[in-house]
């Protein structure tokens, strides 16, 4: 899909700089095209880049978050071998399983629906019972720094969710687009070589604006694929509810 919106609109810029007839023969402000472009094609580079960096950083955080909590059921587990501990990681157990599981039920975009379950989790790791072995202690301080990473994790996979550009930032893009296509066509001279030149610019200050799109608008079938991250995690920790 992305693939052929980014052909289309190789495709308009092209139309654009054959169908429309320059202001003049030599154009109208030739000399300036370039520069303009460069302006304008910095300005959509950098919104590509913050919107693939957030992207990025959204990723590492999820991996982060199901790390930690694969390292938190394993911690659990081995504490869990324990007579008197093992109620209490059943529960443990229910918990990340019912965690995990929710992300089967709601798209990406709806994390902050898993709070009160991740809550869950963190609260019964506080509730663990008194330890009678060193042992135990080491694997409960490091149990604690697990939950800590996790909810750490959590807390900026919400920031940068909250950040993705509103719909008054896609008004402003779109006008920024319009902008850059008359500024170049304006710039446009009556040529074959002016021509395919201009087509290029446009070409690739429209690729530009459309990986920031794609990069800052989730679509459906991507916040599904993030989604199914969390629930493939049961499979990998063999998380069974009996």
């Known amino acids: 899909m992305k693939i052929i919106i980014t052909l289309i609109a190789v495709l308009v810029a092209y139309l654009v700089s054959f169908v429309i007839q320059p202001a003049s023969s030599?154009?109208?402000?030739?000399?300036?095209?370039?520069?303009?472009a460069i302006i304008f094609a910095a300005v959509f580079g950098l919104l590509a880049g913050i919107a693939i960096s957030?992207?990025?950083?959204?990723?590492?955080?999820?991996?982060?978050?199901?790390?930690?909590?694969?390292?938190?059921?394993?911690?659990g587990k081995n504490l869990g071998t324990a007579p008197y501990l093992r109620s209490w990681f059943t529960d443990l157990h229910?918990?990340?399983?019912?965690?995990?599981?929710?992300?089967?039920?709601?798209?990406?975009?709806?994390?902050?629906?898993?709070?009160?379950l991740f809550r869950r989790i963190a609260y019964h790791v506080y509730t663990l019972?008194?330890?009678?072995?060193?042992?135990?202690?080491?694997?409960?301080?490091?149990?604690?720094?697990a939950t800590a990473e996790v909810s750490n994790a959590r807390q900026?996979?919400?920031?940068?969710l909250r950040n993705r550009y509103a719909s008054s930032h896609w008004f402003e893009l779109a006008v920024l687009v319009i902008l850059f296509t008359v500024s170049v066509v304006l710039g446009m001279a009556d040529s074959?070589?002016?021509?395919?030149?201009?087509?290029?610019?446009?070409?690739?200050?429209?690729?530009?604006?459309?990986?920031?799109?794609?990069?800052?608008?989730?679509?459906?079938?991507?916040?599904?694929?993030?989604?199914?991250?969390?629930?493939?995690?049961?499979?990998?920790?063999?998380?069974?509810?009996?």
């Open 54 to 75: 957030r992207r990025e950083r959204l990723k590492q955080e999820v991996a982060t978050e199901l790390n930690k909590i694969r390292r938190i059921y394993h911690l």
């Open 26 to 36: 030599a154009g109208t402000f030739s000399g300036l095209i370039l520069p303009i």
């Open 156 to 160: 900026k996979i919400t920031t940068l």
């Open 192 to 242: 074959v070589l002016a021509r395919v030149l201009t087509a290029n610019l446009l070409a690739a200050g429209y690729v530009l604006a459309l990986t920031f799109l794609f990069h800052d608008f989730w679509t459906k079938p991507a916040e599904r694929r993030l989604a199914d991250e969390y629930v493939r995690n049961i499979a990998r920790l063999e998380l069974r509810r009996g």
């Open 94 to 116: 229910g918990f990340i399983y019912d965690y995990l599981g929710s992300f089967g039920k709601f798209d990406f975009s709806d994390y902050e629906k898993g709070n009160a």
């Open 129 to 145: 019972p008194e330890l009678h072995e060193v042992k135990e202690q080491v694997l409960y301080d490091e149990l604690l720094e």
